[in-house]
């Protein structure tokens, strides 16, 4: 009863962990002590898959421990990495594969995360197995560890059952396949049961708790036979294992029944019982005897009964009731499979314990996307409102109005504007800029356009394959699994549009102020000879107009000064809901970004956003008095045609210095906005070619299998016997007789008959050759020929067509170790064999044009035989 059955361990192929992960580091984390700390653990990490997966593991608790760990990491980190995006492909073989037991895949590669999970997960359940078989159950110590571990093996199995086909997504290889694995997982909780019958029989327990325990255990491995009797997905002892342990439980289980028998003085029930478990062992011995030993088992019952028959007949003359009368034994389950709960190793410490989920990262990118929209809003509003209050002022020519009261002098704030254009580089700045933007621009859309490409070259090959292959083509479909980056890139796409319109906006405004920015750009004698004079407005040096405009610039400025200040505030505002995005997914096991990320601006800009709008009042009130003072000014000012000439230009000076600081900052931004927009594309195709070098080698590992399987395949269908050929055929008068051939009988087999000695070549004449049946004709390249003997019915292929070989006229040569009579190698039911003076085959239809029989020399012996 010492037989248990172990699962062999499932084999990875190696895979380099360290690549697709470093990138997502680097990529992920700023270079600094963070990004150097998860360098290690990625390090780390693929070390502990190479001891877990890489070698042979030992049938010991270490070893388990080390797959529990790795287990355990990968449940750890995969809500931290985007494993979808790395395309890391695990390679897996199947357990029980040996060549051809399965007509399943050998192997399975897939770029899934929950793949690898569950494969390791299996040989935790596989090694538990084989930890358990090795434990000597002959001591307390040993059936406690082997109780323990085949539970834990059960979870395992269990928990793959319940979760393989949602972690994979598509079918599974047979061994992981949730009928196998719940069968295994039956099978693992059977045996536990039974090292608890073991125990109890080791501990003298009750008889009435191990009968029990040793029923509930039959119960068990009668449910696993039942599961893996039709099917071939396990290695063939096992049924016989599982029949044979249903045999020795019930048996077991009778004998320690009749023990409680024999205290109650049911003496005919004991040997009813004793009688019954007689039975189970010896259909156990006869039918299984290779698989479990039953003899220690077989003695303690045949004494048993031996002492129950002789006191019985000596003494009580008990009736012995028939084994359908007997009352059910009770069953008793002290096993239960081990629920997998994470982590499964008490030894477990997370590499990456610092780095926050995907989700809660997800959450915070998000954020941080509401915060810079809640920012940019704001520091819009106030540019948006500096930049019309330059454009009003620049209509009315203030402050230059005021400070030209002399009529002739450059206004100071035109020499300040003239200088500040200078300071940042002139014309030659801005046009240098616009020219770098095409190419800027081209480099993005090249960039673009190859990671796109990439994908279209894949989604066409994996759709010729699905074509070519149909069904047995069962991976992903390559458009269904681009459609994120697909959608990810015509987002790329309209956003170089817009880039586009917007570069052409910031063009027309230099177009449109070139001139006047290139004014500025010239010396002061320059500028002042370019601007018209007019004559002295001297009765407004001292006017009360002219000092209250003044005083209301002022406070303009004074505005525009705490914008700046406002703008500096509302940048230097920071803050992190990374803790408590982890708190609500602790918590709750989701995360209302939305809610929380909206909460938290209110707090944080609500004060900034209500001093920005009482800003703008009062810039819009200060703007509505400056109008209205400037019209009375205008009224003072002694007008003319000069006058308004010099105004105008010194208006359009103004407006041109205000467009070149607004085009030098568009400029600016749109340089920045290309370089950023260059890296960021450049992940996007790193990101294209690695999914698409994984698709190429899941690819190729799927053609591999492919051509493997239709190697397998049988080369050609099996025939059925033609209806001719069953029964001997009628004589055919002046038929010639076919060629010998033996009957294979399986049933009863024949020795070969021996042909007949050859006679003489026969004198035949064309015309004859024309009204009879031909044995053979020679016919054309590419002819289907028909069988030797032509028959009465249809007809029905006997073979492939004999092929035709250039020779002698008359006389046709066959090629070395060719045999016409071997019909067998095409798998075709020989014909029976007629000896002389049997009729022949009944000669060919008469709609059938027979060919002529060649012409043969009479120097040579003919080849088929003649009667």
């Known amino acids: 009863m010492a037989t248990f059955i172990s699962v062999p361990?499932?084999?990875?192929?190696?895979?380099?962990?360290?690549?697709?992960?470093?990138k997502f580091v680097t990529a992920t984390y700023p270079a600094g002590e963070e990004q150097a700390e998860y360098v290690r653990a990625v390090d780390e990490l693929?070390?502990?898959?190479?001891?877990?997966?890489?070698r042979p593991l030992d049938k010991h608790e270490s070893s388990l421990e080390i797959l529990l760990r790795y287990y355990d990491q990968l449940c750890a980190i995969e809500p931290k990495f985007p494993f979808p995006e790395l395309c890391?492909?695990?390679?897996?073989?199947?357990?029980?594969?040996?060549?051809?037991?399965?007509?399943g895949s050998v192997k399975l590669a897939l770029a899934s995360v929950g793949y690898e999970k569950t494969c390791v997960l299996f040989n935790v359940g596989a090694l538990a197995s084989q930890i358990a078989s090795e434990q000597n159950l002959d001591n307390d110590e040993g059936l406690k560890t082997a109780a323990k571990f085949y539970q834990l093996a059960s979870g395992a199995f269990a928990h793959i059952k319940d979760t393989v086909l949602s972690a994979l997504n598509r079918e599974p290889t047979m061994d992981i396949s949730p009928e196998t694995v719940g069968t295994l997982s039956q099978i693992m909780l059977s045996q536990a049961q039974e090292v608890f019958v073991l125990k109890a029989t080791a501990d003298k327990m009750k008889d009435a708790i191990v009968a029990k325990l040793a029923n509930q255990a039959a119960d068990y491995y009668g449910d696993a036979f039942k599961q893996c009797q039709y099917k071939e997905n396990l290695p063939k002892e096992v049924l016989p294992v599982l029949a044979a342990k249903h045999c020795m439980m019930q048996a077991t289980a009778e004998l320690h029944q009749s023990a409680l028998a024999n205290q109650k003085k049911k003496f005919g029930e004991e040997i009813a019982r004793l009688q019954h478990a007689t039975e189970l062992v010896k259909t156990a011995a006869s039918r299984y005897d290779e698989y479990v030993n039953v003899k220690d088992l077989s003695d303690k019952i045949s004494r048993a009964l031996t002492a129950a028959k002789k006191d019985n007949d000596f003494i009580y003359h008990d009736r012995v009731p028939e084994v359908k009368d007997l009352e059910h034994i009770g069953k008793a389950s002290l096993v239960k499979a081990t629920a997998v709960q994470i982590p499964l190793s008490q030894k477990f410490t997370d590499l990456f314990e610092k780095m926050v989920p995907m989700a809660v990262q997800q959450s915070v990118s998000a954020a941080n996307s509401r915060k810079a929209d809640t920012v940019n809003r704001l520091i819009g509003s106030m540019r948006e409102a500096t930049n019309l209050c330059n454009g009003v002022l620049a209509s009315l020519n203030l402050p230059a109005a005021l400070e030209d009261l002399s009529g002739d002098a450059v206004p100071q704030s035109i020499l300040e504007k003239s200088r500040a254009v200078i300071q940042q580089g002139g014309l030659q700045?801005?046009?240098?800029?616009?020219?770098d933007l095409p190419e800027l621009l081209q480099r993005n859309r090249e960039i673009l356009d190859e990671s796109l490409k990439i994908l279209d070259d894949e989604e066409t090959t994996d759709n010729e394959l699905r074509a070519k292959f149909n069904q047995r083509w069962n991976r992903t479909p390559s458009g269904d699994?681009?459609?994120?980056?697909?959608?990810?890139g015509n987002n790329f796409c309209n956003i170089l549009d817009k880039a586009v319109q917007a570069d052409q906006v910031v063009k027309g405004r230099y177009n449109e102020h070139c001139g006047m920015i290139a004014l500025l750009c010239k010396p002061e004698n320059e500028i002042s000879a370019a601007i018209p004079s007019a004559n002295p407005a001297k009765t407004l040096q001292g006017s009360e107009v002219v000092?209250?405009?003044?005083?209301?610039?002022?406070?303009?400025?004074?505005v525009k000064r705490e914008r700046e200040v406002l703008e500096g505030e509302v940048k230097a505002v920071t803050f992190d809901l990374t803790t408590k995005f982890l708190t609500a997914l602790a918590q709750d096991g989701a995360i209302n970004e939305e809610a929380m990320t909206t909460s938290e601006l209110d707090t944080r800009y609500g004060s900034h956003t209500q001093h920005v709008q009482q800003n703008l009042r009062r810039q819009e009130e200060l703007l509505s008095q400056i109008q209205v003072s400037h019209q009375e000014f205008s009224a003072l000012k002694q007008s003319n045609s000069e006058a308004n000439s010099r105004e105008e230009v010194l208006k359009k000076l103004a407006a041109a210095h205000d467009s070149y600081i607004e085009i030098s900052s568009n400029i600016k931004e749109g340089t920045k906005f290309y370089n950023d927009l260059t890296e960021i594309l450049l992940k996007f195709q790193n990101k294209c070619s690695?999914?698409?070098?994984?698709?190429?080698?899941e690819r190729d590992e799927l053609l591999k299998e492919l051509q493997q399987s239709i190697a397998r395949e049988p080369s050609a269908p099996s025939f059925n016997v033609p209806s001719y050929q069953s029964n001997t055929p009628a004589p055919a008068p002046g038929g010639p007789t076919p060629a010998p051939r033996t009957v294979f009988n399986p049933q009863q087999p024949q020795a070969k008959p021996t042909p007949p000695a050859r006679p003489p070549p026969p004198s035949?004449?064309?015309q004859a050759a024309s009204t009879s049946a031909p044995v053979s004709s020679p016919m054309g390249p590419g002819s289907a020929n028909p069988p030797p003997v032509a028959p009465t019915g249809p007809s029905q292929a006997q073979g492939p067509p004999y092929p035709s070989y250039q020779g002698y006229p008359g006389y046709y040569q066959m090629p070395m170790a060719y045999n016409p009579y071997a019909y067998g190698q095409f798998n075709m039911p020989y014909m029976p064999y007629q000896a002389q003076g049997q009729a022949g085959y009944p000669g060919a239809p008469p709609t059938q044009q027979p060919y002529p029989y060649p012409q043969q020399p009479p120097q040579q012996q003919p080849y088929y035989p003649q009667q």
């Open 429 to 435: 700045s801005i046009e240098q800029l616009i020219r």
């Open 46 to 54: 693929n070390k502990l898959r190479k001891s877990a997966l890489g």
């Open 547 to 558: 000092n209250v405009l003044r005083a209301q610039l002022a406070q303009l400025d004074e």
């Open 764 to 766: 035949i004449t064309p």
């Open 88 to 103: 890391l492909t695990f390679t897996w073989k199947d357990a029980f594969d040996k060549g051809s037991l399965f007509g």
């Open 481 to 488: 699994l681009y459609k994120s980056l697909r959608a990810e």
């Open 9 to 22: 361990l499932k084999k990875s192929s190696e895979v380099d962990l360290v690549k697709p992960l470093l």
């Open 690 to 697: 690695d999914i698409v070098f994984a698709r190429k080698t």
